[in-house]
Each structure stands twice: as structure tokens, then as C-alpha cells.
T-cell receptor
């Protein structure tokens, strides 16, 4: 059974700080997706990475896929209150079934 | 496009009652799935469908039934509700094109919050 572990589980920071959240597995994934979920809503896709070592940037968010395609990280620069939410990673094996991590709950205080 | 829609938004059931959670998408996606989200457990796959007439079980299928008679609709039926089924339920869809890794990106509905007493 493929598992994805996310850390930290909770993160509370001040506006303007930088942060990194991690998504790790002992299994190899064909692709890794990151989602953000706000309270009372469904998750929304942020990015998909498919190549080992790949780095993608989305404004102040930087996503990296590990060289061995077993792990990924999300780095946020100068966090803002609007970044508050639950960040989920999901691993794909090249089929329709994804494995989701349990998420990192981020709170950015003004 | 409305994307993925789910009804109802909230529901309270008594133990033993049955109900159907509705899900529809207007993106002509082949792949649809149902997840439940519980505190500390993340998203867990209940059932999924790779096209009309084809369904399969996910990680936690017991107590739930699905069918897929059209591309657009994928209802989830609770046969006899139990307190353990109290959860938030999300329906999702994706293009699911074989060989295209980006095509498995999920589009989620807004969720149904179910309480079973």
C-alpha cells in the first residue's frame, strides 16, 4: 500500500515569514499533485509535477519533486493571510487512483 | 461551466436510514470518484468510475453503493446509515487520459457534510 506522509501536520506563522511543508513516501510516484483546501470547500489543484527533480513556481509558491520521485516539498515565500488553508499532496501511479496525504494545516496570522 | 456540483450541502440522518448523495459534472470527464474526509485521516477513496457503466471500489467501500449510467452523473448511495459514516463527502472528476499524467488532476465539488445520529 502506497502512503504519503505530510509534515508538519500543523503550522502557524506570522505574515511575511517563509515556510516549507513536506510530502514523503517510500514508494515511487509517476506524478505528484498539490492541492489547497479552504474551510467548507473542496480541494483546489495548485500544481502537478511529473519529472524527478522538477521545480515549478506559482507566484510565491515553489514546488519541488524529489529526484527519486518519492518526495516533494512546497515552499512559500513571504506568507500572507490568504495562504491560510489545508495543503494536501497526492501521488499518482499513472492511473486514475490517487493516494492523498493527511495534509498540513497552515495558519498565517496578520 | 458549473464544474462539479454536489447536493445536498448538509444532511442529518438517523441510524439505519438510506439516502443518495448527488454529484454531477459538466466537463465531459471520464473519471469520477467519491472521497470521504475525516479529521486526521485525510481524503480516502470510496468508489470510482472510469466511464459510464464502469465502477470499482476504493479504499473504504463498505456501506456505500455507486452506479454510473451517464458520463455526467455519479451518485453515492448509503444503504443503511451508521454513525461511523458521519463525514464530509467530496465528489471529484478528471479527464483521465491514459498516458497523460496531468490528465488525472482532480476537480472537486464543494462537499456534502453528513451527520448520522
Amino acid at each position: 500500500t502506497q502512503l504519503l506522509e505530510q509534515s508538519p501536520q500543523f503550522l502557524s506563522i506570522q505574515e511575511g515569514e517563509n515556510l516549507t511543508v513536506y510530502c514523503n513516501s517510500s514508494s515511487v510516484f509517476s506524478s505528484l499533485q498539490w492541492y489547497r483546501q479552504e474551510p467548507g470547500e473542496g480541494p483546489v489543484l495548485l500544481v502537478t509535477v511529473v519529472t524527478g527533480g522538477e521545480v515549478k513556481k506559482l507566484k510565491r509558491l515553489t514546488f519541488q519533486f524529489g529526484d527519486a520521485r518519492k518526495d516533494s516539498s512546497l515552499h512559500i515565500t513571504a506568507a500572507q493571510p490568504g495562504d491560510t488553508g489545508l495543503y494536501l499532496c497526492a501521488g499518482g501511479g499513472g492511473s486514475e487512483k490517487l493516494v492523498f496525504g493527511k495534509g498540513t494545516k497552515l495558519t498565517v496570522n496578520p | 461551466n458549473a464544474g462539479v456540483t454536489q447536493t445536498p450541502k448538509f444532511q442529518v440522518l438517523k441510524t439505519g436510514q438510506s439516502m443518495t448523495l448527488q454529484c454531477a459534472q459538466d466537463m465531459n470527464h471520464e473519471y469520477m470518484s467519491w472521497y470521504r474526509q475525516d479529521p486526521g485521516m485525510g481524503l480516502r477513496l470510496i468508489h470510482y468510475s472510469v466511464g459510464a457503466g464502469i465502477t470499482d471500489q476504493g479504499e473504504v467501500p463498505n456501506g456505500y453503493n455507486v452506479s454510473r449510467s451517464t458520463t455526467e452523473d455519479f451518485p453515492l448511495r448509503l444503504l443503511s446509515a451508521a454513525p461511523s459514516q458521519t463525514s464530509v463527502y467530496f465528489c471529484a472528476s478528471s479527464r483521465g487520459a491514459l498516458g497523460e499524467l496531468n490528465s488525472y488532476e482532480q476537480y472537486f465539488g464543494p462537499g456534502t457534510r453528513l451527520t448520522v445520529t
